[in-house]
């Protein structure tokens, strides 16, 4: 009967082994996530995505979701990246439809913020035949969120 529950023992330990390897090496992925995948990738595409890239319109057919995680002070970032067009009219309004609102141009584009303040956004139009809706985890300056406000 000892040799019995040493195995079970044996087979038990193993597997507590093999899971917190499995959770490390998770949350070594997550630390350091910087991945591009495209929605056909199930596993990627729910775990990693977030809403605003989820419900974002289809502009063509072929595209790429791309996540990088919050590295030091640059912010976290999800990409959306449609190849074939331009064109991301219809990206403004559907961030508009979110209640972003434009608060600052760049050379990239306008910067959108979120109703809360806690997110921004850009359309970027890249220098290839492409267009690519960028939702960044990091918000608006609270001088921004002030004059908003007021």
Known sequence: MDNKYKNIGCAVGGLLLLLMAALFFTFIMLVTLDISYTEKEWFKYHLFTSDEIKQAPRLTHRYEISVKAQDGNAAGLSRITFYGTRD?????????????????????????????????????????????????????PQSVRRATKQ
């Open 88 to 140: 991301g009219a219809k990206l403004e309004q559907y961030l508009i439809s979110l209640g972003y609102y434009p608060a600052t141009e760049t050379e990239g584009g306008k910067i959108w913020y979120s109703p809360d303040g806690e997110r921004s956004a850009q359309v970027y139009i890249n220098s290839e035949n492409s267009v690519s809706l960028i939702i960044y985890d990091t918000g608006a």
